[in-house]
């Protein structure tokens, strides 16, 4: 029997990050009527597996690149439309509005952008360099508050688990037991954050933050948190040695958020770089919700229901983020690819995913609903279908009251 890899003793950083299938699992793969993942993996071009350094390094120089060329120009417009060449408030007024709103969503999806680069880094896509890899990872990830290797770390276990009921780490159904298990502190964590609609979706933009402190189950205690290296997340003397850099690092990023603070003022900073970090949150919030979210097309299951790994990553859903943001944000939408061939780097993953499309028949799932709609829609039921009994061994959400326009 093939061993089954623990994603933190497995592969140093860098190398390709695929799981191993059992032989228990392929034979229920076949019961299920799924394709093993070799069989998967067979049916992708080969060159979807092998990335390019200068390909990579191409996107990280043009995401920082664009980011930095929109704040040097919004900051000009600032000044301009605060200077007296604007004589009349109102449309001073106007004009700063419709720049920080246009500069708000464009530097924030271009966070978010940068971020999917650095993401890959940690799957080992970037390169097949080790090296390469970690520098480049911490150089997309450290500006955005973001300590490189914790999160990397942590990742893992929601790749590792995905679609499982009683392991899967977001977004997922949850036993009653486990609901009622909780302490008061989590359990007043959870209404905060799930209490009412709207009051819910507020939670949207810091649940990124919260997470990386503590947990998305709501441990706010620092032996979960992704901000100290002796969090029980990291497992191993190398893991810890990996995180002490990436915090420090990060500790360097805040001092120099902290240094433009005092030479720039509070204002400046919060318009230029914290509300824009809120929709770079809020992007990545949305986006994980929506690849892994109510659709009655997926399925949860245990162990007893008949889990696997491919059976598990197949509880995605890809999306078309629309025109130029597929493309811009490195077809993050293409979910299902990249969740069953981690070392797929995002340029060939529309390539990888035509093939997938092919090979997996009704089991590949896409949406066309669009993503603001979508968002809404499956946040309602997320929050009215969140639980599930003890004793389920397989789960699906039930379908929307309201029309779709998904297809399979």
């Not at 900051?75 to 408030?89: D, G, K, Q």
């Not at 979210?293 to 162990?303: I, K």
């Not at 059976?311 to 943001?325: A, E, S």
Request: overall charge neutral.
């Amino acid at each position: 029997m093939t061993k089954q890899v623990e994603p933190h003793e497995a592969r140093t950083q860098g190398e390709e990050d695929e799981y191993e299938e059992s032989a228990v699992e392929k034979a229920r793969n076949i019961e299920h009527a799924l394709p093993s993942l070799s069989e998967l993996r067979a049916a992708i071009p080969s060159q979807c597996f092998r990335p390019s350094a200068l390909r990579s390094l191409f996107y990280l120089v043009r995401d920082l690149a664009i980011s930095i060329a929109l704040y040097f120009i919004a900051s000009h417009l600032y000044e301009l439309c605060s200077s007296a060449l604007v004589e009349s408030f109102i449309l001073r007024l106007l004009a700063l509005s419709v720049l920080f709103l246009v500069y708000w969503y464009a530097q924030g999806t271009m966070m978010w952008a940068l971020f999917v680069v650095g993401h890959d880094a940690g799957h080992g896509s970037f390169s097949s360099s080790p090296l390469l890899n970690e520098i480049c990872g911490h150089v997309a990830h450290t500006p955005l508050l973001v300590p490189y290797h914790c999160w990397r770390i942590s990742h893992r276990h929601h790749h590792k688990h995905t679609g499982h009921l009683d392991r899967d780490e977001i977004f997922y159904p949850i036993r009653w037991r486990r609901v009622h298990s909780r302490t008061a502190r989590e359990r007043y964590w959870s209404h905060w954050r799930l209490s009412g609609h709207l009051y819910g979706l507020f939670y949207v933009g810091l649940a990124w933050p919260l997470y990386l402190f503590a947990s998305y189950e709501g441990d706010v205690s620092m032996a979960n948190s992704h901000l100290v290296w002796w969090s029980k997340r990291f497992r191993t003397p190398k893991e810890r040695s990996q995180a002490r850099r990436s915090l420090l690092l990060l500790y360097a990023q805040v001092a120099l958020l902290l240094l433009w603070t005092y030479t720039h003022g509070v204002a400046h900073v919060f318009l230029f770089y914290t509300v824009p970090y809120l929709v770079f949150a809020s992007w990545l919030v949305i986006v994980t919700f929506l690849h892994h979210n109510m659709d009655p097309r997926l399925e949860w299951t245990d162990d007893r229901g008949g889990w696997t790994w491919v059976r598990g990553q197949l509880v995605t859903i890809d999306r078309d983020y629309g025109v130029g943001l597929q493309s811009i944000t490195h077809h993050i939408g293409l979910h299902a690819a990249h969740h069953l061939f981690m070392g797929i780097p995002h340029y060939c993953l529309p390539e990888a995913t035509v093939a997938l499309r092919r090979a997996l028949g009704s089991r590949y799932v896409f949406s066309e609903e669009r993503i603001l709609s979508a968002f809404w829609h499956n946040w309602i039921t997320y929050r009215e279908h969140m639980t599930c009994p003890d004793d389920a061994v397989s789960f699906r959400y039930p379908p929307r009251k309201t029309s779709s326009q998904e297809t399979t």
